[in-house]
């Protein structure tokens, strides 16, 4: 073999080696719901320090709609992961590639992971919803509409930017969607529509923690077994949000604060589940500055 051949082989090589060795980009932020699924996913499968690095894109001050962000993620959405020169921009394939690619084997995921993505059952929803006059005083009055704002006054400014033409129909449709959230809260639009989509969404949910969940949870432990698996990274973080937005706390008694929407006790077999989640010390590093 020539000396030629031979360097052009060890170069390579040691570009392969690289790029073997570059961390995978987790992009999250503090307060997004589905951001913490893959977050528990790299405590519980012990990734190395290092091995994933994390990028924080602040959602309330919009930078998820930055031209450079939506280059990297044309959805804008959050958890965002660059990983072996792919991007996966849902939280179903980025917690996923962390379970495939991880040391530490757990239960892979199943169907439970579509169903509990489907849109009514929505964990983000219930942060903005109104279903009466006083719940649209206290959301128009807190963070509700200064995170709608923000989304708006974001979109606004980046789409009238020269890097935003290519995504031209994506600011169009998100500021005309954001805008109508944002109308009703400034009291410029009617809520009636808004009362009733808020007042199904809840009920839904409130279906689902009472009868559904229970049918699907195990006695004790895990949807993965005696330990958490991918099933339960998605199940966790929801039940998280859904239990904040209800004034929950992080501990074994948090999830009793759902009982203000299912009018009912919350089933044996959903605080059991819960506790269980709240003893983990990956649950307690991911939600170390509370539920969201």
Known sequence: MSKVWRTSIDRFSQLLRR??????????FGLSVWSAAPELAVEELEYPEGAVEKKIVNLVEGENFTPEFLAVNPKATLPTLQADGEVFTDTASVTHWLV???????TTGTAFITKIHEDKYDPNFPLLLVRNDDELKAAADGFPKLF????????EKHSKTEKAAPFKQFYEEKIAGNGGVLAIYKGEASPDDFYKQSETHWKTISDFILNELPATLPESGFLGGATPGEDDFHLGAWLARLVHVNGGKNDKEGIKAL??????PIPPKVVAYWGAWTERPSWNKVYVDGLH
């Open 259 to 264: 009982e203000k929407e299912t009018k009912q």
């Open 19 to 28: 790029r073997r060795h570059q961390p995978a980009v987790l992009y999250v």
């Open 148 to 155: 709608v704002q923000n989304r708006q006054n974001a979109l």
């Open 100 to 106: 495939k690619h991880a040391s530490k084997k757990v």
